[in-house]
């Protein structure tokens, strides 16, 4: 059974940092990218970065400077490092896995391209 469990949610302070784990476990993940995603209230799902095992990573826009994915292969977990939080960052946030296809693009960006996701985390940054 396929799980992804993230963790490290919480309330913080603008400027503020937090890190989320996500766990994977259940199958191989070594062809997978792993990508974190979040939604705010009355807002759809936000792609923020992907990460492959291999260490490549790709980050929107939106996060790029602010936030860092990596990912510790011994435990089978990637993480996101958030820093300089902003109110406008409150979501919950999810991580997922999804299948690389040989050949394509090596991260995924769509939330329809992932096949796992975890139960998500809320984070809420205050003013």
């Known amino acids: 059974q396929v799980q992804l469990v993230e963790s490290g949610g919480g309330l913080v302070q603008a400027g503020g940092s937090l890190r989320l784990s996500c766990a994977a476990s259940?199958?191989?993940?070594?062809?997978?990218?792993m990508g974190w995603f979040r939604q705010a209230p009355g807002k759809e799902r936000e792609f923020i970065a992907a990460t492959r095992w291999s260490g490549n990573i790709y980050y929107a826009d939106s996060v790029k400077g602010r936030f860092t994915a990596s990912r510790d292969i011994a435990k089978n977990t990637v993480y996101l490092q958030m820093n300089s939080l902003k109110p406008e960052d409150t979501a919950v946030y999810y991580c997922?896995?999804?299948?690389?296809?040989?050949?394509?693009?090596?991260?995924?960006?769509?939330?329809?391209?992932?096949?796992?996701w975890g139960q998500g985390t809320q984070v809420t940054v205050s003013s």
């Open positions: 259940g199958r191989t993940f070594s062809s997978y990218c």
């Open positions: 997922a896995a999804g299948p690389v296809v040989a050949g394509g693009r090596w991260y995924l960006t769509e939330g329809n391209e992932y096949h796992y």
